[in-house]
């Protein structure tokens, strides 16, 4: 089992920066997919960056350019530098690891873009 805890979410004006961190506990993540997905009210969850053990890294359309995923296999950390933050990524963002068809989810860290 992963355990999967999310912090750095809150309230952001546009045009901010937030930093999403997630911690994995469990077991070592070093080789599995590790992602941020997002949802907003009335939406689907969708997946916003995501980064392999290998370090190979995709994002959503809507935050290239504006987003970092990176990962610290030291500390078993994901972690998600959204800059130039618009009103419309307004969500929960959730963080997901993936190994040999086992799929983990944190519990979700609300952010907010509004002035």
């Known amino acids: 089992q992963v355990q999967l805890v999310e912090s750095g979410g809150g309230l952001v004006q546009p045009g901010g920066s937030l930093r999403l961190s997630c911690a994995a506990s469990?077991?070592?993540?070093?080789?599995?997919?590790l992602g941020w997905y997002r949802q907003s009210p009335g939406k689907q969850r969708e997946q916003v960056a995501t980064i392999t053990g290998g370090d190979s890294i995709n994002y959503a359309d809507s935050v290239k350019g504006r987003f970092t995923i990176s990962r610290d296999n030291a500390k078993n950390t994901v972690t998600l530098q959204m800059n130039s933050l618009k009103p419309e990524d307004t969500a929960v963002y959730y963080c997901n690891a993936v190994w040999k068809g086992s799929e983990y989810w944190g519990q979700g860290t609300q952010v907010t873009v509004s002035s």
């Open positions: 469990g077991r070592i993540v070093s080789f599995y997919v």
